[in-house]
């Protein structure tokens, strides 16, 4: 994984430092001072408080009709924007609803900061009306969590929440506010930096080990690029598109690294995996290095992992090193963010082999195997359906699925060629959405022929 989203310190000062407020009112000039535009939620007793200072403010909210919809709907907007997703929902059943998307953040590496409201300090633990251990329930499917038992904690609280979700291997944050702490006051003073030095995650990958990488790419034959949704968190795509060319190295995509490097290219071998392409699978059986930036080898992708590019020296590019040598014995680990880690391959301008032998036969599979579906004239076939969209909207669309079968000929057949389009779940699950270009808006209307 990589990740481009980093914390501006010194950036958005509020001019209402050292302002008495109440705590809610603190939650809302700490978002602003994040630049925060959008907030999705759904509001209830205990978060009422800060929802009276949502309306206050003028911060754009967007309702939802459920916490689950409010949490997916963050979590599209972070994939597609970038930018960390804010959900904020009252206690109790409010906050458990937010559970199946802040799991399913953190597994495909979303940044999230989840705001839940809590019952008043000194009922915490009595089973009050509407209480749920959120710190116990979350902990397993956060990045961090935290809950506020003083007002003057809110500022540093809220500054750590947003570096920690963006920075490194992004992922949900959860900030439990009990409802007396949100109306308490107190002085509000936003820090510039924050200091964690129990946190501080590896962003320069080691020029020693892309040395490595650069010497096994001069000696190989069949090198292939396995691009994940690490290279789209981290901004990488261009990068990842001239490292490729230059190299000449086609390029295998996961299902979530989809749009990394443009499926229109000549390189491109399409999606890998249990439901990948023919020839993506055969390039990475056959390889003799194995190039990963920004995959976390998952079991789709893999399958039996004793037989899983069996003849390849691998390398691995990751922000996270955990994922690093989890699943597949790794040979070249390179720590860091994959769109430095590109920047620093890119470095060698010259190409560093030829492989024309190896293009030759990944196109004969090419050729031979490519995704196919009977037709006739009687019925409009979801592969055809998913090759009309994509002629209809010329590629441009942000298209969103939920999990199944359709979501896998969304992979298949429509070409993404620019990051950031494609918004669906690797993990989990989440609700299917709506394309979201003004393009697409053609297939809504039934007096255009498509």
């Known amino acids: 994984m990589g990740t481009n989203l980093e914390v501006q310190d010194d950036e958005r000062r509020t001019d209402r430092n050292n302002e008495e407020m109440n705590g809610s009112q603190m ?26 200072e949502i ?12 916490e689950q919809g409010a949490i997916h709907a963050a979590e599209g907007y972070a994939r597609v924007s970038g930018k ?30 989840v705001i839940t409201g809590q019952v008043a300090t000194n009922v915490i633990g009595t089973d009050a009306f509407q209480e749920a251990d959120m710190i116990g329930i979350t902990m397993p499917i956060t990045k961090h969590n935290f809950q506020i038992r003083n007002v003057a904690d809110i500022p540093a609280v809220m500054k750590e929440a947003f570096h920690i979700a963006t920075t490194g291997r992004p992922g949900p944050v959860l900030i439990d506010l009990p409802k007396d702490v949100s109306i308490d006051r107190g002085n509000f003073t936003y820090p510039k930096r924050v200091q964690l030095p129990g946190y501080q995650p590896t962003v320069q990958p080691n020029r020693l080990q892309i040395k490595k990488l650069k010497a096994a790419i001069e000696k190989a034959k069949r090198p292939v690029i396995l691009a994940g949704a690490g290279v789209l968190h981290a901004g990488g795509a261009k990068e990842l598109e001239r490292f490729a060319k230059t190299q000449n190295i086609p390029v295998s995509s ?3 690294g989809l749009g990394g490097f443009p499926a229109r290219d000549d390189l491109s071998l399409g999606m890998a995996g249990m439901h990948g392409l023919y020839a993506s699978n055969m390039a990475l059986h ?14 789709r992708l893999t399958g039996k992992l004793e037989h899983f590019a069996p003849y390849a020296t691998v390398a691995h590019v990751d922000v996270d090193p955990v994922e690093i040598g989890k699943n597949i014995t790794t040979d070249i680990p390179i720590v860091g963010d994959a769109k430095r880690a590109l920047q620093l391959l ?11 032998e190896w293009h030759e036969r990944l196109g004969e599979y090419k050729s031979n195997y490519p995704l196919w579906y009977e037709t006739d004239h009687e019925t409009l076939k979801p592969q055809a359906l998913m090759e009309m969209v994509y002629e209809e909207t010329n590629g441009d669309a942000i298209v969103t699925t939920d999990v199944g079968q359709h979501q896998m000929w969304a ?10 389009h494609w918004v669906t779940s690797g993990g989990w699950e989440r609700w299917a959405l709506v394309f979201q270009q003004p393009s ?11």
């Not at 000039?29 to 009276?52: C, K, N, Q, R």
């Not at 809504?444 to 498509?450: E, F, G, M, Q």
């Open 27 to 52: 939650v809302l000039e700490s978002l602003a001072e994040e630049g925060v535009e959008i907030i999705f939620g759904y509001p209830g007793g205990a978060i009422l408080p800060t929802y009276d």
């Open 411 to 420: 992979a298949q057949y429509y070409k993404f060629n620019e990051p950031n």
């Open 346 to 356: 890119n470095e060698t301008t010259d190409p560093l082999g030829r492989f024309d």
């Open 55 to 66: 309306y206050k403010k003028g911060i754009r909210h967007i309702l939802a009709r459920h």
């Open 286 to 299: 056959e390889s003799d290095l194995l190039i990963n930036i920004g995959a976390r080898f998952d079991d």
């Open 254 to 256: 996961t299902l979530l």
């Open 84 to 113: 960390p997703g804010v959900c904020i929902v009252t206690s109790g059943p409010g906050a458990t609803n937010v559970v199946t998307g802040i799991a399913d953040a953190m597994i495909d590496s979303l940044p999230l900061v």
């Open 440 to 450: 697409a808006h053609s297939l809504l209307n039934p007096t255009k022929r498509l």
